[in-house]
């Protein structure tokens, strides 16, 4: 069958996205995460990885995995039902657990799964889900396939959510909200306790995809629901990420004994894929004890955001209300966002250009996110550059 004819013209479709600047392409990564980056032969002063505590290569954090490599080997083997279930799994389920406040910790393979599963194992036909209209792709997903009523409030809007909880023929089904805890390329957080009064009120769960707040937000890095100080009975679904401020892989499900065990009977992204390699686990064992005792990881964190937002500012680009180390700067067509980026690649800083359809058309933007590893000298480096680019 051809590609390039009737319903098959692929080609077309491609040449359609270049024309629109809407075209990606992979780069090829040659050294460690960091601030400091080899990508396709060429240095980089990079500022868009969610490294943000600057552990993916951390000694310590290394160590920890060519030890638990050597001991458990370098693959999952099976399922977790099978006999993919390690002793450095659970011991990590139980760390989180306790690190989050909540009964028991699930472990997913990706952030993706962690959604697909949780929202699919809980929600059916007849059901009733709730999303943020900017919550993250997975979570979108997740609401579509569960053949739950899907239906999207105002972002980060507590008067919208509470007109769609409202609405007569759900008293008897299950109710679902979802919504980022940091909103991924806006950087912001939602307001998390009215979310969850509205959803007591009106006997819903509340779900909060906080991959984005864990290690970066709260006195002790746990995050959107420490930072308002939510317990388990405010947010019933609790999802993190380790690829992120954890700076290893994989995703969890946090909450009750009851939720737990519905999703190991139910979650079909958790019952049918290999478990995550064990040295993975034990890892994170070590980033995660790195993430509650450096605490300065995250005081030096908010000092790069206060004096990034202040130049920025200063400098008159647009920026969002974000505290968090994700600091987009909408520029607002995409050929100029490319073209922005393109210019300070050249000059060796590293930055991504979010275009469509991952934010809405005319808001394409540079997401400048930032690690512990930066230097407040690095910082002042963008911002210089940032200052030259304005005329152009």
Known sequence: MSNETGPWALSSELEARKQKHLYRKRRLLQSPQGTQVLLDNKPYLAFCSNDYLGLANHPDVVAAFQRAANECGVGGGASHLVNGHHQQHHALEEELAEFTGRDR??????GYMAN?????ALLGKGDLVLEDRLNHASLLDAGLLSGARFQRYQHANPTSLQQYLSKPGYDDKRKLVVTDGVFSMDGDIPPLPEL?????????WLMVDDAHGFGTLGENGGGCVEHFNLGQNDVQVLMGTLGKAFGTSGAFVAGSELLIETLIQKARTYIYTTAMPPAIAAATRVSLKLLQKENWRREHLAELI???????????????DSASPIQPLVIGSEEKALKL???LENKGVLITAIRPPTVPKGTARLRVTFSADHTLEQVDTLLELLDQARPK
Not at 105 to 110: A, E, I, K, Y
Not at 116 to 120: H, K, R, S, T, W
Not at 196 to 204: F, L, M, R, T, V
Request: aromatic share 10%; hydrophobic share 40%.
């Open 105 to 110: 910790v699930l472990l997913f393979s990706n």
């Open 306 to 320: 206060k004096r990034f937002r202040h130049g920025a500012d200063q400098l008159g680009y647009e920026l969002m």
């Open 341 to 343: 980026t393109a210019w």
């Open 196 to 204: 969850a009064q509205s959803c007591k009120e009106k006997n819903a």
């Open 116 to 120: 697909i599963g949780a929202v699919n």
